[in-house]
């Protein structure tokens, strides 16, 4: 089996992988400089950089790249490490890359007004693959969405059951209305969707949860939602709310750990708090 043609293969279906390949060595190794080592998400190998413990402890490393989806370069000194003498090698040094390969980044936007047009451009900018949903065909078309990945013109909830976000794909709610964006937030929140994002007032998000957790959603659910959606950069106009979602769609798909500045209302309040949101929390937010 082809290496670059099983990387392809992994990213069509959605799952993640790690390529090992050595890009330096001096003296004697058990390989050659360029060998590379496909690691997938199962654990399996393809290829291979020399075998023995050097390889052992390039598959756990590439194992941590595909978690933290950053590169890293490691060094071996065969000479000095006396537990690489395993017959294996001969006394080189070798640097080896280490890259992540990730499945696209699928951003699902439900709404095509002003928001979700400016969400489109700019997120296509930042790589993400870009699908529009609404139930308007007046507004969801190729024509305003051209290079969208799919326009999908149907009611919400048809459109939603025809759909199967991965752990990869990213949902950003901007309906024309309360109504719509309850609909599409009851389904998300049971998706396997790496990230939820809601635009709306603290109050109606409030309010929205409240609804849906009387349905008899649990409230865990909703600890992960983005709402009101995207970084806390006094955005007013479409194209400034487009671009403080983007903003904190890339913060996740590039897992930043430092503090940024979020409207995430699941932050307002301890985790452990069970009590459901009432309208003296609103008032506070």
């Known amino acids: 089996m ?10 069509q279906t959605g799952r993640r992988g790690a390529v090992a ?22 654990g399996s190998i393809l290829g291979t950089i020399g075998g023995g413990c050097v390889e052992a402890e390039v598959w756990q490393a590439a194992r941590e790249v595909m978690e933290s989806e950053r590169p890293r370069t490691l060094t071996f000194d065969l000479n000095n490490d006396p537990k690489f003498d395993t017959g294996l090698v001969c006394g080189g040094t070798l640097e080896i890359f280490i890259e992540p390969i990730l499945p696209p980044a699928d951003l699902y936007i439900f709404g095509a007004g002003h928001v979700a047009k400016s969400l489109y451009h700019v997120a296509r900018i930042a790589g993400f693959d870009v699908t529009i949903v609404d139930d308007r065909e007046g507004f969801a078309n190729r024509e305003n969405f051209p290079d969208a990945q799919q326009v999908i013109a149907e009611d919400f909830d048809e459109a939603m059951a025809k759909i199967s976000p991965g752990e990869s794909a990213y949902i950003v709610i901007v ?14 929140v049971q998706t396997r969707a790496r990230y939820v994002g809601m635009i709306g007032s603290r109050r109606k998000t409030i309010s929205i949860f ?32 487009a671009v403080s979602i983007t903003a904190e769609l890339i913060a996740k798909r590039r897992n930043v750990e430092r503090e940024l500045p979020h409207m995430k209302l699941a932050q307002m309040r301890p985790a452990a708090e069970t ?5 003296k929390d609103a008032e506070k937010a």
Request: a neutral charge; aromatic letters at 6%; zero cysteines.
């Open 175 to 188: 309906t024309r209305g309360h109504r719509d964006d309850m609909r599409v937030l009851r389904w998300a």
């Open 275 to 279: 009590k459901p949101f009432t309208a």
């Open 210 to 241: 409240k609804e849906l957790q009387k349905e008899g959603l649990p409230e865990n659910l909703f600890a992960r939602v983005h709402a009101p959606v995207g970084l806390d950069i006094g955005a007013i106009t479409p194209e400034e709310i």
């Open 21 to 42: 390949t050595i890009v330096n060595a001096r003296g004697s190794i058990p390989s050659f400089r360029t060998a590379k080592m496909l690691v997938r998400d199962d």
């Open 2 to 11: 082809d290496l670059y043609e099983e990387i392809v293969h992994l990213r």
